[in-house]
């Protein structure tokens, strides 16, 4: 379950009272007004089916210890004010191109105006770096570019705010719509397809959907191309693997369906061409591509890597293997597509 950054220093502050502590001496130690105390536990309270933070008459706040174990609060890669600037830059980046106001993406964090204009500059910084513009006026914000590189910044948010490792911990999603319902159709998909998709390849295709619903949901989805014919490649593509483009069309009509807005019939290829650039649990599932220079390529990395380790012999199975798997590197290749894999930290 996720909180503002205030909303937690909140939590944490009752957690260690034993008696209820009054609204404004809890305004004090958060730096806010009595009347802001009193919306984030209204804010707090309505996340879940018990109230975590109880209200006694004439005495103040105690938070309800037993419900605030259970609590299951994400971890993120970012300090408090990082987390707070991205959680905006999220939901601002979710509803463009529209244009949103100020007071709207901010009112919740309860800051100055000079906290605000800060964040704003720190905005306009990241999104300047990521080759989009950031547009003020008449006290609204809005944010203009390609819809690729908006999708793309909002995956990387996304991943550093803990929210792919939600999708990880089944148990840790309780409350929260968006995830349960992008969860069940990623399983119902992969019940169609019969094969289950390993790590860090569910993942992307978890937030593939995840991003394209909440872009359907509470913004904006470019429709250019809607009626666009396919290239001759990409057709050729779907009759190779027509169970999957079958799969990857009836996933995108369900988001269509529950939203009942039109989404381009590209979508669907998206979809179906993220599966092809994945791997399966079941090695045979997709099967090998007979295309000469993938078989080329992968046999002489394999014959490479032997001399490397002093074999003389390559087992046909390995190289079964490891031509699957170039093949999928070879389609994420050629069409830019990237793979988020934390192992890589390490």
Do not use: C, W
């Not at 909180?3 to 130690?29: G, M």
């Not at 105006?113 to 914000?141: C, F």
């Amino acid at each position: 379950m996720r909180f503002t950054s205030k909303e937690l220093d909140l939590l944490r502050f009752l957690s260690t009272k034993e008696t209820p502590v009054p609204a404004i001496e809890l305004a004090e130690e958060l730096g806010v007004s009595s009347k802001s105390v009193y919306r984030m536990i209204k804010q707090i309270n309505s996340r879940t089916d018990v109230d975590i933070v109880n209200s006694y008459s004439g005495k103040g706040f105690l938070v309800n210890y037993e419900e605030y174990l259970k609590l299951r609060i994400v971890k993120d890669n970012y300090r408090d004010t990082e987390r707070r600037q991205m959680e905006i830059l999220l939901r601002l980046l979710y509803l463009s191109p529209k244009s949103v106001t100020i007071s709207y993406l901010f009112d919740e964090y309860y800051l100055s105006d000079t906290m605000i204009s800060k964040d704003i500059q720190r905005l306009n910084s990241i999104l300047k770096a990521s080759g989009l513009l950031l547009s003020r006026k008449a006290g609204r914000l809005s944010i203009q570019g390609e819809e690729t590189t908006i999708r793309h910044l909002i995956d990387e948010i996304n991943h550093n705010l803990g929210l792919y490792s939600i999708f990880l911990d089944r148990d840790s999603h309780n409350g929260s719509f968006e995830i349960d319902f992008v969860t069940n159709l990623f399983e119902k998909m992969e019940t169609q397809i019969g094969a289950h998709l390993t790590y860090p390849y569910r993942i992307n295709i978890f937030s593939h959907l995840y991003i394209l619903f909440q872009r359907g949901k509470l913004g904006y989805i470019n429709q250019n191309g809607v009626e666009q014919e396919f290239t001759s490649e990409e057709r050729e593509l779907i009759a190779k693997y027509p169970n999957l483009y079958r799969v990857s069309e009836e996933t995108i009509n369900a988001i269509r369906s529950y939203l009942n807005i039109p989404i381009s019939s590209f979508e669907n290829f998206y979809l179906f061409f993220h599966l092809i650039s994945s791997r399966f649990e079941e090695e045979e599932y997709l099967g090998i591509d007979n295309e000469e220079e993938i078989y080329e390529l992968s046999k002489l990395m394999v014959e490479k890597i032997g001399q490397e380790l002093g074999l003389t012999t390559v087992d046909s199975k390995a190289l079964s293997n490891f031509t699957s798997h170039i093949r999928a590197l070879v389609y994420r290749l050629k069409n830019h597509y990237n793979v988020k894999n934390e192992l890589l930290k390490l």
